[in-house]
């Protein structure tokens, strides 16, 4: 079943303590780890972390708990999952440090590409964002691969990611409901590429949901530049879709559009719903922001992913 919110990672460019690998990752358009690096494991890949760790523990006895715990993070990655490449995780003194030298997203549609590189081991192909200068974070982590479950750490890094270039997902008018591209093109800017493709990642999956609660004949995608819209008798539920990690950012950007776009198409306002869609659970704070919003203008305004969106009872 394919996963329709990207996770994060932090994976480090560095074997041992001073071969840095990112030029050769960066050559080679992927991620990679060096750990037991003689394996080919190849048919692991689409597996969940705790599967892999079992399997992993069978395979490959001998090895270190940590080369094992690595390689199950790192298998686990998903397309569309948003990955930074930590350049340095030594603290400054006291002071916790992370510098993040790229960011990237895995290709691919229902699984990764894996192969094996003999000067990388185990690699996972990606498209990279555009070259920033490195950014600095008062966080530790210190190991190879980290899956990312702290909000506020994800909101930190990964703003920074969907900011580096601000991508434009308009198409024509009337543009039939497809699924749009999330594979991997040649763009004029890769990041602009990128920051379309969680976009679209997104879009696509809660347009399969939208069409599997109302039909495909009530479902339009992109029409008149609105993301999603769904025509019911007597509703119309009007969709923006945004990429950023924060539920608050995403309804912030969001909310002056759609309401735009009720005012543009004559809708009646009380046959009319709002819905912002993005990557991230919502935390209890942005459901207070949220129920603030709702209170101070009396709008129909909600948030969801795309796998937690529910029709209004």
């Given at each position: 079943?394919?996963?329709?919110?990207?996770?994060?990672?932090?994976?480090?460019?560095?074997?041992?303590?001073t071969d840095d690998m990112l030029p050769l990752m960066l050559e080679?358009?992927?991620?990679?780890?060096?750990?037991?690096?003689?394996?080919?494991?190849?048919?692991?890949?689409g597996m969940d972390e705790e599967s892999l760790r079992s399997e992993l523990e069978q395979r490959m006895p001998e090895e270190s708990g940590d080369a094992k715990s690595t390689l199950a993070k790192f298998l686990a990655l998903r397309p569309g999952d948003l990955v930074a490449l930590k350049a340095h995780s030594a603290p400054s003194?006291?002071?916790?440090?992370?510098?993040?030298?790229?960011?990237?997203?895995?290709?691919?549609?229902?699984l990764p590409s894996y192969c094996r590189i003999k000067e990388l081991g185990h690699t996972i192909a990606v498209d990279f964002l555009a070259e920033q200068e490195h950014i600095e974070f008062p966080y530790g982590y210190g190991k190879t691969v980290?899956?990312?479950?702290?909000?506020?750490?994800?909101?930190?890094i990964f703003e920074a990611y969907r900011t580096s270039v601000e991508a434009g997902t308009d198409t024509n008018a009337g543009e039939l409901a497809a699924d749009?591209?999330?594979?991997?093109?040649?763009?004029?800017?890769r990041g602009q590429y990128i920051m379309s493709r969680t976009h679209n990642h997104l879009q696509n999956a809660l347009r399969k949901r939208l069409?599997?609660?109302?039909?495909?004949?009530?479902?339009?995608?992109?029409?008149?530049?609105?993301?999603?819209?769904?025509?019911?008798?007597?509703?119309?539920?009007?969709v923006e879709v945004?990429?950023?990690?924060?539920?608050?950012?995403?309804?912030?950007e969001a909310l002056g559009q759609l309401l735009y776009y009720g005012y543009r198409l004559s809708c009646n306002p009380r046959q009319l719903r709002f819905v912002?869609?993005?990557?991230?659970?919502?935390?209890?704070?942005?459901?207070?922001?949220?129920?603030?919003?709702?209170?101070?203008?009396?709008?129909?305004?909600?948030?969801?992913?795309?796998s937690t969106y529910a029709p209004e009872e």
């Open positions: 079943m394919t996963k329709l919110e990207p996770s994060y990672y932090i994976i480090g460019t560095k074997y041992g303590r080679n358009e992927v991620v990679s780890t060096g750990f037991a690096s003689e394996f080919d494991l190849s048919d692991l890949v003194g006291s002071r916790p440090r992370l510098v993040i030298a790229r960011y990237a997203v895995v290709r691919g549609q229902d980290h899956r990312l479950t702290d909000r506020d750490h994800i909101e930190n749009k591209p999330t594979g991997s093109i040649e763009a004029r800017s069409e599997a609660l109302y039909g495909s004949a009530a479902v339009e995608q992109e029409h008149n530049y609105i993301d999603l819209a769904v025509w019911l008798d007597a509703k119309t539920i009007l945004k990429s950023s990690p924060s539920p608050v950012t995403c309804v912030r912002v869609a993005g990557p991230s659970e919502p935390a209890s704070a942005d459901h207070k922001y949220l129920e603030y919003i709702r209170n101070l203008t009396g709008l129909p305004i909600v948030y969801c992913t795309p």
